[in-house]
């Protein structure tokens, strides 16, 4: 069963574009939210995180946006680049240190130049 | 953020053989890591979580006399992919709690031949 959903598989940006990933997730138990990013080879890499409590966080120019009452969250990439062509997964969990993530399925970004 | 290591990030064993993947928190101590596996272009599956001092807990479906994990210090985890053959070729990839947040190692690519 899948718990969490992400959408789009794959998105192609212009650069200085603006990328958005949206992710569902069902279990209403989970009360932390981490999007990582992945090139190819190498192991996931936080990104930016968000808890419940706020509805939107920002660091430089990656965007979560947390919407509780449907469940849903999404990362948005302002001024896309280049370097930022990798997989973007979201992942959800209990806010808890012993508790594993749940992934999305991921998206491919290609940011074209 | 804190480091996880993984070694090594890429082995080629042969069919029948045993190949141990090591993950170590380097700046922290990590009472419970997760072992995770990645098939290409897909989204990471949760094989086990390895609690220190105790036994792992694998996901359905994840054989456990096949995927030996050990968990003897707060700072190592390893994980004996036993009898490999080419079918458990994958990327396989660590990952510990620093408080909440989740760190990934840099991923094993296991290859059998």
């Known amino acids: 069963q899948q718990q969490v959903k992400q959408s789009p598989q794959s998105l192609i940006v212009q650069k200085g574009g603006i990328s958005i990933i949206n992710c569902a997730y069902e279990?209403?138990?989970?009360?932390?939210f981490p999007w990582y990013q992945q090139f190819p080879g190498k192991g996931p890499a936080l990104l930016i995180a968000i808890r419940p409590d706020v509805s939107e966080k920002k660091e430089g120019r990656f965007t979560i946006s947390f919407n509780k009452s449907a469940k849903q969250f999404s990362l948005h990439i302002m001024d896309s680049q280049p370097g930022d062509s990798a997989t973007y997964f979201c992942?959800?969990?209990?806010?808890?240190?012993?508790?594993?993530?749940?992934f999305g399925k991921g998206t491919t970004l290609s940011v074209s130049s | 953020g804190a480091v996880v290591s993984q070694h090594p990030s890429r082995v080629i064993c042969k069919s029948g053989t045993s190949v141990k993947i090591e993950c170590r928190s380097l700046?922290?101590?990590?009472?419970?890591m997760f072992w995770y596996r990645q098939f290409p272009k897909q989204s990471l599956m949760l094989m086990a979580t390895?609690?220190?001092?105790?036994?792992?807990?694998?996901e359905q479906g994840v054989e456990k006399d096949k995927f030996l994990i050990n968990h003897a210090s707060l700072t190592l985890s390893t994980l004996t992919v036993t009898s490999a053959h080419p079918e458990d070729s994958s990327f396989y990839i660590c990952?510990?709690?620093?408080?909440?947040?989740?760190?990934f190692g840099q991923g094993t690519r296991l290859t059998v031949v």
């Open positions: 390895s609690n220190e001092g105790s036994k792992a807990t694998y």
């Open positions: 990952s510990a709690k620093h408080y909440t947040e989740a760190f």
């Open positions: 279990n209403t138990a989970f009360d932390y």
């Open positions: 700046d922290f101590q990590a009472t419970t």
């Open positions: 992942a959800a969990s209990k806010d808890q240190a012993g508790t594993a993530l749940i």
